[in-house]
């Protein structure tokens, strides 16, 4: 649903002469609220070590980042007038790129830019624990690792397979997050 939301928006402020910092925001935004939802899924299973507090800690946050983003939203549509675009008004149907990051190999070559790392990143957030998938590309696919490690520190484990001039890189997500562990320099 956040995937749709934000391919919607980007052809509505695009249509509008929106700049793309303003749509880069709003993409981290839908991101960001991702990662609060995965929190508040993981805080509410029964085998959660999450406390009452800290549960109602995150919902005040998820509400916090949606109150912030639609406020945002606003703003950009007022200044984008009344324009009718939409993934199926532009002749494209929803989500039909999707296929392309939801088997077990992701091609990144073959993701449309400029937002075709975010549908990836987006993809590697819903792993479900032990899933796991295989990043293929011609050039080194390590900035997405970072970014995802970044996002969810310990969260998924990753092993660079193969080095160019075809790159591979597995995936997989874990359980339950790992501590870091510093390696030696």
């Known amino acids: 649903m956040l ?29 960001e609220l991702r990662l609060t939802v995965d929190r508040m ?9 999450f406390t009452a507090a800290q549960l109602a800690a995150v919902t005040r946050d998820l509400l916090e980042q949606l109150d912030a983003h639609l406020s945002a939203e606003e703003k950009q ?26 088997g ?3 091609d990144l070559d073959r993701m449309p830019r400029p937002d075709g790392a975010d549908a990836v990143f987006d993809r590697l957030l ?5 899933e796991q998938v ?13 970014r995802l490690s970044y996002a ?8 660079l397979t193969r080095k160019g001039p075809r790159w591979e890189m597995e995936i997989v997500k ?7 562990v510093a390696h030696p320099a």
């Open 77 to 102: 549509l007022t200044i984008a007038g009344n324009i009718p675009a939409s993934t199926t008004s532009r002749g494209g149907q929803p989500h039909e790129w999707y296929a392309l990051t939801e």
């Open 174 to 180: 874990r359980r339950r997050p790992q501590p870091l």
């Open 126 to 130: 819903r792993l479900r624990p032990d």
């Open 3 to 31: 995937r749709q939301i934000t391919d919607e928006e980007w052809l509505l402020f695009s249509n509008a002469g929106q700049a793309g910092d303003e749509l880069a925001a709003l993409r981290r935004d839908h991101l």
């Open 41 to 49: 899924t993981e805080a509410a299973t029964a085998r959660s070590t």
């Open 152 to 159: 969810n520190p310990g969260g998924y484990g990753v092993a």
């Open 134 to 146: 295989t990043i293929a590309s011609n050039t080194d696919p390590s900035p997405l690792s970072r």
């Open 104 to 106: 077990a190999v992701i």
